[in-house]
T-cell receptor, first 113, second 115 residues
Framework: NAGVTQTPKFQVLKTGQSMTLQCAQD?????MSWYRQDPGMGLRLIHY???????DQGEVPNGYNVSRSTTEDFPLRLLSAAPSQTSVYFC????????????FGQGTRLTVV | AQSVAQPEDQVNVAEGNPLTVKCTYS??????LFWYVQYPNRGLQFLLK??????LVKGSYGFEAEFNKSQTSFHLKKPSALVSDSALYFC?????????????FGAGTRLFVKA
């Protein structure tokens, strides 16, 4: 099984550019989420989705948009990249029950110059 | 407010010695607690979880964790460390959130096992 697949693995953007980070999972998980990882701060939740057509904001949603048109895919859009968005981004999926563990993609390292 | 604290940025241990990575939490209801490990340039991998029942939870790669409700702690342990255990470890708590639940992660503890 592929699990959770993120693309691209690396990306360099100029300030003001837009881009979409892709995330796909093949485990039929209803719950998907996006995190950013910054040194000394752990993982912070950006957006999450509890199923197709349903999304909501996490702790740090500003500057990011998401949509969930299918169960499998959960893309993250940066509308106008800023240097503060330089980070490593992780997509995760899990079953909807609160006692289930999350499966993570390998991450996207984004640099905004 | 819900929170997770990992008080040590780094833990150093010699190979063959026991290791402990500390975690304390604060949640409003029953805690669902998790440990994840991250190897360089990889995503997080699930190690173990506490949901209910026995306070000592066993997980992957010989790791275990002890849930202590009175101390609100969930420390990760291993009786004999391996060099290959060197990685970044995250404690996490899942709590109810508007519309569902969310996972709150600690800042991470880097484990360094010396041969």
């Amino acid at each position: 099984n592929a699990g959770v697949t993120q693309t691209p693995k690396f990306q360099v953007l100029k300030t003001g550019q837009s881009m979409t980070l892709q995330c796909a999972q093949d485990m039929n998980h209803e719950y998907m989420s996006w995190y950013r990882q910054d040194p000394g701060m752990g993982l912070r939740l950006i957006h999450y989705s509890v199923g197709a057509g349903i999304t909501d904001q996490g702790e740090v949603p500003n500057g990011y948009n998401v949509s969930r048109s299918t169960t499998e895919d959960f893309p993250l859009r940066l509308l106008s990249a800023a240097p503060s968005q330089t980070s490593v981004y992780f997509c995760a999926s899990s079953q909807t029950q609160e006692n289930t563990e999350a499966f993570f993609g390998q991450g996207t390292r984004l640099t905004v110059v | 407010a819900q929170s997770v604290a990992q008080p040590e940025d780094q833990v150093n241990v010699a190979e063959g010695n026991p290791l402990t990575v500390k975690c304390t939490y604060s949640v409003s209801g029953n805690p669902y607690l998790f440990w994840y490990v991250q190897y360089p340039n990889r995503g997080l991998q699930f190690l173990l979880k506490y949901i209910t029942g026995d306070n000592l939870v066993k997980g992957s790669y010989g790791f275990e964790a002890e849930f202590n409700k009175s101390q609100t702690s969930f420390h990760l342990k291993k009786p004999s460390a391996l060099v290959s255990d060197s990685a970044l470890y995250f404690c996490a708590v899942r709590d109810m959130w508007t519309g569902g639940f969310k996972t709150i992660f600690g800042a991470g503890t880097r484990l360094f096992v010396k041969a």
